[in-house]
Each structure stands twice: as C-alpha cells, then as structure tokens.
C-alpha cells in the first residue's frame, strides 16, 4: 500500500513524463518548420522572374504589332525595317536571358538584368518612336502591376 507520498511521487514522475513527452513533440515541430523555412531559403522560387519575361515579351510583341498597325508611328517612317529587325533581336535577347537565368536563385541579380534589359526596350522606343515617353510610361505602369500581382 502507497502512502500520501508515495502517490505525490508518482504524480510528480508522471507529470515530469509527459511535460519530457511534450517537449519532446513541440521540439520536432519547430526542427520540421525551421526545416522548411531552410529549404526555402535554399531554393527560392524565381519563377516570377520567368513569367514576368513572359509579359515583357508580351509588351514588345504589342509594340511591333501596334506599328503594323499604324497605331504607333515611327520618328522616321524609313527606319521601319530597322526597328522592326531591333525590335526581334530584343526579344530574342529577352528569351536568352530568360533562358541563361532560369537556374538563378539570386532575386537582386535577376533584377538587375531585367532592369536592364527593360532600359534597352525604353531606349530602343525613344530612339524610334513618336510619343515614345508616353508609351514608355504606359508600359512601365503595365509590367508593374504585373510583377505586383505575381
């Protein structure tokens, strides 16, 4: 027969177990999330840099199709055939960055090569383009909210 001490031992070794078992579960819990955060921070997914080529790339197919359709015009209707040949080797460039990036993991470098690139697009319009501030605006304000919503 236990006495009164004996039963508060038990309660206390039995309390002592489960707050060790607790702790134990609360302590693989953190490890698995702090896993995770860790993977994550190895691996980032840069595949918003990717998509976002996508709708640079759109932007520039807009600009050579509005031209075709005389909905922008050029500074020097001669130049036509020039812009037009610039205009493909953009995004040809464009689809090699995208390309030669796809395997970089470093946000600030993406960036920075998509800035620019984008600087050589408003450049490439300044150069060729009636209202090429007004444009270049425009587009800068779509691509924007584009990347915002990625």
């Known amino acids: 027969m236990m006495g009164i001490k004996g039963e508060k031992m038990f309660n206390v070794e039995l309390m ?42 759109d932007e520039i197919t807009s600009v050579k199709n509005s031209l075709m359709l005389e909905n922008i015009k050029l500074k020097n209707e001669d130049l036509k055939d020039e812009f037009l040949d610039k205009v493909s080797t953009l995004s040809k460039e464009l689809v090699f960055l995208q390309n030669m990036s796809s395997s970089n993991k470093n946000a600030k470098n993406w960036e920075k090569r998509l800035f620019d690139f984008l600087n050589k697009f408003e450049s490439l319009n300044d150069e060729y383009l009636q209202n090429s501030q007004s444009l270049n605006d425009e587009i800068r304000q779509r691509l924007a909210n584009k990347f915002r919503n990625l």
């Not at 921070?41 to 709708?55: A, H, I, L, T, V």
């Open 16 to 57: 002592l177990v489960v707050a060790l078992v607790v702790g134990f579960i609360i302590y693989k819990e953190i490890s698995k999330v702090t896993s995770n955060i860790d993977i994550s921070e190895k691996n980032p997914d840069m595949s918003k840099y990717s998509k976002f080529c996508d709708f640079i790339d």
